[in-house]
T-cell receptor
Framework: NAGVTQTPKFQVLKTGQSMTLQCAQDMNHEYMSWYRQDPGMGLRLIHYSVGAGITDQGEVPNGYNVSRSTTEDFPLRLLSAAPSQTSVYFC?????????????FGPGTRLLVL | EDKVVQSPLSLVVHEGDTVTLNCSYEVTNFRSLLWYKQEKKAPTFLFMLTSSGIEKKSGRLSSILDKKELFSILNITATQTGDSAVYLCAVESVRYSTLTFGKGTMLLVSP
């Protein structure tokens, strides 16, 4: 199993550009989440999904869109990047039967918006 | 709104010292409290706590939860330079297992 994979590892954008951060898992997990981490901060929940076709907002959803068309993939879209979205983004997945100890994190995507 | 507060935010100790990291929380539908270690990459799971007063232990690390006072501590004994990291506390909600994280404690262990 590859676990949770994220692409790209690093990206530089100009203000106003759009892009999609990819996240995939091969563990057949129902739950998937996106977090962002800023310097000196813990992780903050952006969006999450409890299954294909079902998504909901987390603590900091503004400026981000998500969709979940398959169990495996959970892309995060920035429609018009802003410098405030400079951050490290982590995707996570866990089975609906498990608790937090079964939450798997991807390696992260470092995003710089100029 | 769920809330997690960690203290101290940063800590410098000498190798061999014992440290205690604190985590207090407010959460609407508590399922568990989790501790993670983060070293410039994704967080690594350490402990999950669901019941008060039951200590979880792994080598030199241990943790305990007090659900009445809404806090947890993480102890590290005989610290080593490899313990240098950010330690994150998170609470898990019953609803969909989403996590609310604290800001973390940055621990630096000097030789």
């Amino acid at each position: 199993n590859a676990g949770v994979t994220q692409t790209p590892k690093f990206q530089v954008l100009k203000t106003g550009q759009s892009m999609t951060l990819q996240c995939a898992q091969d563990m057949n997990h129902e739950y998937m989440s996106w977090y962002r981490q800023d310097p000196g901060m813990g992780l903050r929940l952006i969006h999450y999904s409890v299954g294909a076709g079902i998504t909901d907002q987390g603590e900091v959803p503004n400026g981000y869109n998500v969709s979940r068309s398959t169990t495996e993939d959970f892309p995060l879209r920035l429609l018009s990047a802003a410098p405030s979205q400079t951050s490290v983004y982590f995707c996570a997945s866990n089975p609906h039967t498990g608790g937090g100890e079964t939450q798997y994190f991807g390696p992260g995507t470092r995003l710089l918006v100029l | 709104e769920d809330k997690v507060v960690q203290s101290p935010l940063s800590l410098v100790v000498h190798e061999g010292d014992t440290v205690t990291l604190n985590c207090s929380y407010e959460v609407t539908n508590f399922r568990s409290l989790l501790w993670y270690k983060q070293e410039k990459k994704a967080p690594t799971f350490l402990f999950m706590l669901t019941s008060s007063g039951i200590e979880k232990k792994s080598g030199r690390l241990s943790s305990i939860l007090d659900k009445k006072e809404l806090f947890s501590i993480l102890n590290i004994t005989a610290t080593q330079t490899g313990d240098s990291a950010v330690y994150l506390c998170a609470v898990e909600s019953v609803r969909y297992s989403t996590l609310t994280f604290g800001k973390g404690t940055m621990l630096l262990v000097s030789p």
